[in-house]
């Protein structure tokens, strides 16, 4: 009986120790896990400027600056949040995906008119 009951902590240990390393599994070769750093996560973005022409709550409104596009975007659903107060005719860099639109605007900059 005591041999069976040692046996039986044996095994258990065996077990958890088997799905621990399964959980959590060792690196190889002493390598330790190493993370992409990218410095400017919205370099694989592309940039469009627009003057904003309407604002109703967080909802904005705009125009590009050759007048050929229109914007609308809300407040809330952009990606990164809004920092900057935008109000109307301010200008604006839109950052949304290089190749596909799906997901709108991932980012929104006022940009600061130089002044003589």
């Known amino acids: 009986m005591k041999t069976k009951v040692t046996l039986l902590i044996i095994l258990v240990v065996i077990l958890t120790t088997l799905s621990i390393v399964q959980l959590y599994p060792f690196p190889k070769g002493g390598e330790t896990k ?4 990218n410095s400017d996560p919205l370099e694989n973005y592309k940039t469009l400027t ?3 022409t309407e604002v109703d709550g967080n ?3 705009g ?3 050759d007048g050929k596009s229109k914007i609308h975007f809300h407040r809330d659903r952009v990606k990164y ?3 900057d107060s935008i ?3 301010d200008k604006i860099l839109a950052y949304v995906e290089s190749e596909n639109h799906i997901d709108g605007i991932v980012k929104v900059e006022k940009i600061e008119e130089e002044k003589d």
């Open 63 to 65: 125009e590009s600056v």
């Open 59 to 61: 909802q904005y409104f």
């Open 87 to 89: 109000k109307v005719h």
């Open 34 to 37: 190493k993370t992409a750093v």
């Open 50 to 52: 627009y003057i904003i």
């Open 81 to 83: 949040p809004i920092t």
